[in-house]
């Protein structure tokens, strides 16, 4: 009884990725994050499974130790905040240390900062801190306040207002090699999770190469479960679904498919 | 260039904390996180600080290592997830291994399962799984569903359905050791963060005692910056509050100052 069932979770040739999130402020409960589920929803959309994500204080030590983990370990890093003017953003500063490359001031950032402040004198030096970038980096658009992210290596850095790294992470898209995709069904019915568990689970021995979850819900009154059923192989999803389907039925449930992770 | 602003960050006296969630759904953008927030909240109203989160898989290695690594840096670790009668429900099993004991089926969590569930019919092989306790545990109620989390160490495994989460946790609460009260003022205003970033440095350098974020924000058409300061020592608190405050005045804005994180 002490060993966990193995519990499959095939990346298989699909990239893999983590995010780090740089922020007092979500680790003190004033600020809930939102990226994390943009990017776990995009990078799906590609084909990059996200496979881990942590949350740190703007703390150097704590940041420079969770990257060098993430970036030795996963295809991409995405990490959100700390890139703004004040004396909290040192994300840029870590993740220079953590390359062992020097810190500049980049010409083409400085050069987008005086295009978006216009007036000299609004470009003091704390805004100009945004413009310091560390050496080989590649810059990341900011189309909403013109402070650039940047790409160096496999570590994307990024902005943590929710719709500059929105809009940030559009642009990185593209850059990204994806991998197959991502096939996912959602079978939801009334059942109690621990009715449909034991056929679940056998279900699960049988197609090893998809991952099945289990997720109940109390909605409207009703308690349920959402079964999510997700794999490359979208004829083995389907198939799986199917099975599933049946299962639902002879316990006495009515089991409501839908394409994707929802529902 | 290359050397990142010290950021102080002190924890002084107050205990420390991790949140490890465990769960596919997480990282598949499938369902967004609701108890990182609430658990840091809650924690910060003890005077406990939560200093890292981390979101991994189901999958054993994956959940133990992060929970060593966790379990063995700060005070307590509260994990989520992974508890329930299913497949992929593995948590337990993965914290047994990690503290070297049996899981074993529980007494005690047998028999509040067997109220639940009345009739012995329904509490199936599947649902019995959920009594599987690693050896020298303590329960924590789930005064929801019965299905218990427990205590072992230094670690606290909740489930991770939000309203079951949080009534573990008002359990728990009351058997953890909080540290000083930590005391925080909001100074919101309409300046560009660019603005006020160099005198926020400056205070920050002498209150070096007190943590100062800064965290943009758009709101109803107009954009600002919301400066949080956070210690244990209220005067000093109170003190930088009332320095920010003329900073703020002095640079054409209007200081807005709240108690607490938000505002």
């Given at each position: 009884?002490?060993?966990?069932?193995?519990?499959?979770?095939?990346?298989?040739?699909?990239?893999?990725?983590?995010?780090?999130?740089?922020?007092?402020?979500?680790?003190?409960?004033?600020?809930?994050?939102?990226?994390?589920?943009?990017?776990?929803?995009?990078?799906?959309?590609?084909?990059?499974?996200?496979?881990?994500?942590?949350?740190?204080?703007?703390?150097?030590?704590?940041?420079?130790?969770?990257?060098?983990?993430?970036?030795?370990?996963?295809?991409?890093?995405?990490?959100?905040?700390?890139?703004?003017?004040?004396h909290d953003d040192i994300?840029?500063?870590?993740?220079?240390?953590?390359?062992?490359?020097?810190?500049?001031?980049?010409?083409?950032?400085?050069?987008?900062?005086?295009?978006?402040?216009?007036?000299?004198?609004?470009?003091?030096?704390?805004?100009?801190?945004?413009?310091?970038?560390?050496?080989?980096?590649?810059?990341?658009?900011?189309?909403?306040?013109?402070?650039?992210?940047?790409?160096?290596g496999n570590v994307f850095?990024?902005?943590?207002?929710?719709?500059?790294?929105?809009?940030?992470?559009?642009?990185?898209?593209?850059?990204?090699?994806?991998?197959?995709?991502?096939?996912?069904?959602?079978?939801?019915?009334?059942?109690?999770?621990?009715?449909?568990?034991?056929?679940?689970?056998?279900?699960?021995?049988?197609?090893?190469?998809?991952?099945?979850?289990?997720?109940?819900?109390?909605?409207?009154?009703?308690?349920?479960?959402?079964?999510?059923?997700?794999?490359?192989?979208?004829?083995?999803?389907?198939?799986?679904?199917?099975?599933?389907?049946?299962?639902?039925?002879?316990?006495?449930?009515?089991?409501?498919?839908?394409?994707?992770t929802k529902g």
């Amino acid at each position: 009884m002490s060993s966990p069932a193995a519990t499959p979770n095939p990346t298989g040739p699909n990239p893999t990725a983590a995010v780090l999130v740089i922020g007092n402020e979500i680790l003190s409960g004033r600020t809930k994050d939102a990226n994390l589920p943009h990017i776990a929803e995009k990078l799906a959309g590609i084909g990059v499974r996200l496979r881990e994500a942590r949350v740190v204080p703007d703390v150097e030590e704590e940041i420079i130790t969770a990257l060098d983990a993430l970036r030795g370990r996963y295809g991409y890093v995405f990490t959100t905040g700390g890139i703004g003017p004040t004396h909290d953003d040192i994300t840029s500063a870590c993740v220079a240390k953590a390359f062992g490359v020097p810190l500049e001031r980049n010409a083409e950032a400085v050069a987008r900062l005086e295009r978006h402040y216009g007036d000299p004198s609004k470009l003091n030096e704390a805004r100009l801190r945004m413009a310091n970038i560390p050496a080989g980096a590649s810059l990341i658009d900011n189309p909403i306040s013109a402070a650039p992210g940047f790409r160096i290596g496999n570590v994307f850095v990024m902005a943590g207002v929710p719709n500059i790294m929105q809009a940030m992470l559009d642009g990185v898209l593209p850059q990204l090699e994806g991998g197959p995709d991502l096939h996912a069904r959602t079978v939801a019915c009334e059942l109690a999770e621990g009715q449909i568990a034991a056929d679940l689970g056998a279900l699960q021995d049988r197609y090893a190469d998809l991952e099945i979850g289990s997720y109940p819900y109390f909605r409207n009154g009703f308690f349920g479960v959402s079964l999510v059923l997700r794999g490359t192989d979208e004829t083995r999803v389907v198939a799986a679904t199917e099975e599933l389907a049946g299962i639902v039925l002879r316990l006495g449930g009515t089991p409501n498919v839908t394409v994707g992770t929802k529902g």
